[in-house]
Each structure stands twice: as C-alpha cells, then as structure tokens.
C-alpha cells in the first residue's frame, strides 16, 4: 500500500530548531479567519454548483495561484473536518509522539503512559514557543524557552519562576486539546469543534469516509497493514494540481506511466464517488507466475476529500 498527502500538510522537521520560535496559529481558527480579501470571496463565487458534469469547465487560475485564495482554503476545507495525519504505528507505545502542521496550524500527537492517544496544539502556554520537534518518546514536553512542563494527557506539570503571581491556576494552563482519534491504520485529527461526541470506530469512519467506509475496509484497508518506510517530496504545485493529476480516471495513465498501463486492464477501469471519498479501481493484466512486481487481481486508488490518497 502507498499513501500521499499533498503539501497543504506538512510534517514537523526531524531535526531540532535553533532557538524558541512561535507557532503561527494561536488560536488557529481566529488567524486563518482574519484574512478573508474580496477578491477571495470573487474567487469563490465563480464557482456554480448548479452546472452539470458534462458543461462544467475549468477553475479559474486564481484557484491556483492566489495566496490569499488558498489561505482561505486552509480555514475552510482543511481546518474543518478529519483530517489523516499519520499512522498507529507512530503512536504504537506509551510515551511515542509524532508532530505535524497543518497550514499555520503545529501540532502534536502522544499516547501517554495510561496508553491513551491524545492530540494538541504544539504550543507553550506561556509565550507560544513550539514544544516539540518530529518523533520518539517522551516522558514530558518541555519548553525550550522558559522551561513550562506538560503531561503527554495535557497537564502542566511545572511552570518555572511564578511564586507571588497572583491568581494563577496551573489548572488553567494545561495544552489545548485536539480532537484525535483512529480509523483502519490511520490517525486522524480535525480542528473544529463540529463532530460527534465520542469520535471512535464507526462514528469517525462515517464522518471521514461516509458510504464508502465498508468499500475501503473490506479491500485491505485496516490495521493489518504494517508500516515499512516513509518517503517524501517536495512537489513545486498548489495541492490541487496535484489532487486534479490523482482523480483524471486513468486518463493519463497509458501515456504517462506505460509500465503501469501494461499491468493493468484499462478496459476495466471505472470510477466510483461517493460523499467525500473516490475510488478508482481496475483489474489487473494476467501476469506470468515469476512476476512479483504487483500482488493481487485488483488495484484501487481511493481519494479522500481534501487531499488524502490510498492505493492499495
């Protein structure tokens, strides 16, 4: 199985920061929001629902191009709703973290030593520093700046240098939650507040996958998948391009990836949509019995709304 994110998530850097640096969303949706230009909104209003398929025509470029058309994207589509951000492997054992962005927005996810999966803004109470940097384990997350330790269930432990503050309550300063949950051998994350209480199995799955929750789960989308290696690149697009290359139905492939094309019968590709999932799948060329390159009678490519892709 291969999975692909395009750019508008990107993972935290391995390496540590030099220095303390504030995190650019505090709190997120306040940030994203503020900036909302007319000629953004222009953008939006070119697009009518109401035409069908086949007299649709392109976006217009703006779609691609401007910034502030895409910072409006980050709030509205990928700020709101589950978003994948890993996998269970990440977060396997008591005290594993991993962190990410999602636009403007850092973040960390831990399982704590009670072996529960928690998420949060990877932000310092005190002066916003970033707590956290890449994967492993963890005890507690200390601030490099001023030294403010949290718990990995969000409590502050310790806040450095406030004896005679008045009316402070530790308490009150604990990190802020993110809504986390699992669904197959992903972990997901979303950053609204419009979900249902107790975001597990099903529920999650519904709200991520909708209809196509069962088509996905019972073609070898789950957790027996292990997780190998991760590779990544830097791909000099806006994400849309590279979601448009993904959902064309093949279009390309002959041409473009003729190695491919020959393990495939084309003839049998097709395209399935659902709410916010497309599935294109194909059955496989008959192979000799010495080819190993591709396992399996199918192929599926499973697209999850905004920018998620399986292949399996």
């Given at each position: ?7 508008a ?33 222009r ?28 910072r ?13 951000v890993?996998h269970i ?7 594993d973290f991993?962190t990410g ?6 973040f ?19 002066h916003?520093s970033?707590?956290a ?9 200390q601030?490099?700046?001023h ?15 406030i ?16 809504k986390?949950?699992t669904?197959g051998?992903f ?6 507040d419009e979900?249902t ?16 929750s069962?088509?996905?789960?019972t073609n ?17 697009c ?24 020959s ?11 659902y ?13 000799e019995s010495?080819d ?21």
């Amino acid at each position: 199985m291969a999975t692909a994110r395009s750019l508008a998530a990107l993972p935290s850097a391995g390496a540590p920061r030099s220095g303390p640096r504030r995190a650019g969303a505090w709190p997120p949706r306040v940030v994203a929001a503020a900036a909302e230009p007319e000629h953004a909104r222009r953008l939006v209003a070119e697009f009518d629902p109401a035409v069908p398929l086949e007299a649709a025509v392109t976006p217009p470029s703006g779609w691609y191009t401007d910034a502030d058309f895409l910072r409006l994207e980050i709030d509205r589509v990928f700020l709101r709703g589950w978003q994948a951000v890993g996998h269970i492997w990440q977060v396997e054992n008591p005290h594993d973290f991993f962190t990410g962005r999602l636009g403007n927005v850092e973040f960390v996810i831990c399982r704590d030593a009670n072996g529960n999966l928690n998420a949060f803004h990877n932000v310092c109470r005190h002066h916003a520093s970033l707590l956290a940097c890449g994967s492993g384990q963890k005890t507690c997350f200390q601030c490099p700046y001023h030294g403010w330790t949290y718990g990995l269930d969000g409590t502050l432990l310790k806040a450095t240098r406030i004896s005679g503050i008045k009316n402070f309550n530790k308490n009150d300063f604990g990190l802020v939650p993110v809504k986390v949950a699992t669904w197959g051998p992903f972990v997901l994350a979303r950053f609204d507040d419009e979900s249902t209480e107790g975001d597990v199995g099903d529920v999650v799955g519904d709200e991520w996958l909708g209809s196509a929750s069962k088509l996905l789960s019972t073609n070898g989308i789950d957790t027996s998948l292990p997780h190998i290696c991760r590779r990544e690149y830097i791909i000099n697009c806006n994400w849309k391009v590279f979601c448009d290359n993904y959902l064309d139905g093949g279009y390309h492939i002959p041409y473009a990836h003729g190695a491919l094309a020959s393990g495939l019968q084309l003839q049998s590709y097709e395209t399935l949509t659902y709410e916010r999932v497309s599935v294109q799948r194909c059955e496989s060329a008959p192979s000799e019995s010495d080819d190993l390159e591709r396992l399996g009678t199918k192929a599926l490519y499973a697209f999850v709304y905004p920018n998620f892709m399986i292949n399996r």
